[in-house]
């Protein structure tokens, strides 16, 4: 069965350096989404990106981030200078459109800023 | 402003016992209201998708239902099994936005 795929699994970082989380969606999805859970807290969306740009983001995605689809089939979030407060699950998604169509869910990338 | 509330915050039942878990939204305009499954560690796996016009529908043991006019969804897990030990998280979308509002999730423990 399809599934989104997410690299690292688990990152740590120190605070200012830039961290790239990849994704690799599934592959004739044309949506794909980023959000972010923080420890026992609710998951919440960042942004989301179709046709090679960001079509709508959150208040939380500050120049601080960014999104690109470098190939075919990568999807990355980049964050430039890390803050303890970026600490948190990192969840790509993508699906094959948008509105009342399933968001399909990666396993997560858990970002630790120390 | 666009909430997603849910109840009970955890619940524990034995296995074989049927449990259901209530969502309440303020989110307007309705696009659809979805129900997933996380488990710890793990991304969220989506169990239902409802709209507007759809008051009920079932994945296997799960039957989902929802009220548009008071804004109220159910989860219903029929035959519990160890396995359904998760967060189950009621999750709902505007019309014409692509983000997802998520709920804070029930916390679900299944015993022997």
């Known amino acids: 069965e399809p599934e989104v795929t997410q690299t690292p699994s688990h990152q740590v970082t120190q605070m200012g350096q830039e961290v790239i989380l990849r994704c690799v969606p599934i592959s004739n999805h044309l949506y794909f989404y980023w959000y972010r859970q923080i420890l026992g807290q609710k998951v919440e969306f960042l942004v989301s990106f179709y046709n090679n740009e960001i079509s709508e983001k959150s208040e939380i995605f500050d120049d601080q981030f960014s999104v690109e689809r470098p190939d075919g089939s990568n999807f990355t979030l980049k964050i430039r200078s890390t803050k303890l407060e970026d600490s948190a699950m990192y969840f790509c998604?993508?699906?094959?459109?948008?509105?009342?169509?399933?968001?399909?869910f990666g396993q997560g990338t858990r970002l630790t800023v120390v | 402003k666009n909430q997603v509330e849910q109840s009970p915050q955890s619940l524990i039942i034995l296995e074989g016992k049927n449990c259901t878990l209530q969502?309440?939204?303020?989110?307007?305009?309705?696009?659809?209201l979805r129900w997933y499954k996380q488990d710890t560690g793990r991304g969220p796996v989506s169990l239902t998708i409802m709209t507007f016009s759809e008051n009920t529908k079932s994945n296997g043991r799960y039957t989902a239902t929802l009220d548009a006019d008071t804004k109220q969804s159910s989860l219903h897990i029929t035959a519990s099994q160890l396995s359904d030990s998760a967060s189950y998280i009621c999750v709902v979308s505007r019309y014409n936005t692509d983000k997802l509002i998520f709920g804070t999730g029930t916390r679900l423990q299944v015993f022997p």
């Open positions: 969502c309440n939204y303020t989110v307007s305009p309705f696009s659809n």
């Open positions: 998604a993508s699906s094959e459109m948008t509105g009342d169509t399933e968001a399909f």
